[in-house]
């Protein structure tokens, strides 16, 4: 039996939804080789990724960039992060 216009509809709405999630998961993602953490200069909410990453790179030449983390409650209690190479 075929399957229906309708779930063939919803399959591709899944689809299409798992590989934008996926995306956005892989876009905020640090490289493997990438340490993180908390700023300790950065006043406030943290609003925008290039603040976040220019605070970083003026705290310490060891830093290699930053980004806001939004994990907070609602995704309003962001804070800056920033990232150094490990090992």
């Not at 999630?21 to 950065?42: E, F, K, N, Q, W």
């Not at 980004?67 to 800056?80: I, K, V």
């Amino acid at each position: 039996m075929a399957p229906s216009r309708k779930s063939l509809s919803v399959a591709i709405g899944v689809l299409l939804l798992l590989a934008i999630v996926a995306a956005d998961a892989m876009a905020s993602v640090a490289p493997l080789d990438t340490c993180r953490h908390l700023s300790g200069s950065y006043q406030g909410v943290c609003k925008t990724d290039e603040d976040c990453r220019l605070q970083c790179l003026g705290e310490s030449a060891d830093n290699i960039g930053g980004a806001c983390d939004n994990r907070g409650f609602l995704g309003f209690a962001s804070q800056c992060w920033c990232f150094t190479n490990c090992g």
